[in-house]
């Protein structure tokens, strides 16, 4: 399936650097560094030349170098010099190299997949400052994006998957508000002991994301943002930041993220990854399975992408007047 149109953070604002750096995001070979001013840049590794790695070259004064023939790119895509045309001859307009649109924001590169130039801003959540204390993780997971999302949005797990982790969460799952306004899902609830889940409390939760892939946890006294990027078909990269504002400022609290990130990324998340590995179909839907009502932002996450898919559906093409001997008639189609 395409991967839905929108800002995604797609790596960790120290991982981008003046060097060129290789990504695989959307199921295509990019290469980012950042300009002269240091504002971070993106295009598809091949050169629009003769098909050279971007990624093996190196940069010259903001400007991306092809290692094949030392052509240079600008963050626009256009090719700024040509070392065999010589200083005074004109570089072909049509030799540019095929932009994805960056920003950086929140100490994250955000990539812009889509088509055309970018119709919204980078996702966030009021709730998260920059000056709260943080800490992040990132790795790749073996699973479809449509398959790391409903992770990300799924709460009953937690007592199943990670019951060594977390012995004291409940699996019963509260939702007592959810809602879908925008880009915006929002559930709030509780987290409840089950039968015979003995040494167990209840555990209020919010939960929100922001379409197509970042998401933000409270539960437990801590805050998750997790962000999660399309590496391919069959891969998944993820940013998970801790923020644990209770513990108040400085070098404590700092202290706490950078443990609860570790802890979670070693234990909890290798467990997720586990699963997630296993599950078939590859590519997740609201056909593939049978959702409950504890997966009630998962159904609200996949009402988004439906409402995505159905604004990127071509439009039929109009006529002042239909064919000679063809009947008229509303031939709208009703597809859902």
Not at 106 to 130: D, H, M, N
Not at 250 to 270: K, N
């Amino acid at each position: 399936m395409p991967f839905p149109d929108g800002w995604y953070a797609a790596a960790i604002s120290h991982a981008i650097r003046r060097r060129p750096v290789r990504l695989r995001r959307f199921g295509r070979e990019l290469v980012a560094w950042r300009d002269a001013a240091g504002r971070p840049a993106c295009v598809h590794a091949a050169c629009p030349h003769r098909g050279a790695d971007l990624a093996l070259g190196r940069t010259r004064d903001g400007l991306l170098e092809c290692p094949y023939h030392g052509f240079r790119f600008a963050a626009d895509g256009r090719c700024a010099r040509a070392p065999c045309q010589g200083h005074s001859s004109r570089v072909p307009g049509r030799l540019r190299a095929q932009v994805v649109p960056a920003q950086e924001q929140y100490g994250l590169v955000w990539l812009w997949w889509g088509s055309g130039e970018p119709t919204a801003r980078v996702p966030w959540f009021a709730s998260l400052k920059p000056q709260d204390p943080v800490a992040t993780v990132a790795g790749v997971y073996a699973c479809h994006f449509t398959r790391y999302m409903e992770n990300a949005l799924d709460l009953h797990h937690l007592a199943f998957v990670h019951r060594l982790v977390l012995p004291f969460v409940g699996s019963v799952v509260d939702m007592r508000k959810t809602s879908l306004d925008g880009d915006a899902i929002y559930a709030e609830g509780r987290i409840l002991p089950g039968p015979g889940e003995r040494l167990r409390w209840p555990a209020d939760f919010i939960l929100e994301a922001r379409f197509p892939g970042l998401t933000r946890l409270e539960l437990l006294g801590a805050e998750l943002l997790v962000a999660a990027c399309p590496q391919d078909e069959r891969s998944t990269w993820v940013a998970g930041r801790y923020y644990r504002p209770r513990f108040g400022a400085g070098v404590v609290a700092r202290a706490a993220s950078w443990l609860a990130a570790q802890a979670d990324y070693q234990t909890a998340q290798r467990q997720d990854r586990r699963v997630l590995r296993s599950i078939r179909p590859l590519v997740g839907s609201p056909r593939a399975n049978t959702m409950v009502s504890a997966d009630r932002p998962i159904s609200l996450w996949y009402a988004r992408l439906a409402q995505s898919e159905r604004q990127e559906l071509p439009q039929p093409a109009c006529s002042a007047r239909p064919p000679a001997g063809h009947a008229t008639g509303d031939t709208r189609d009703r597809g859902e």
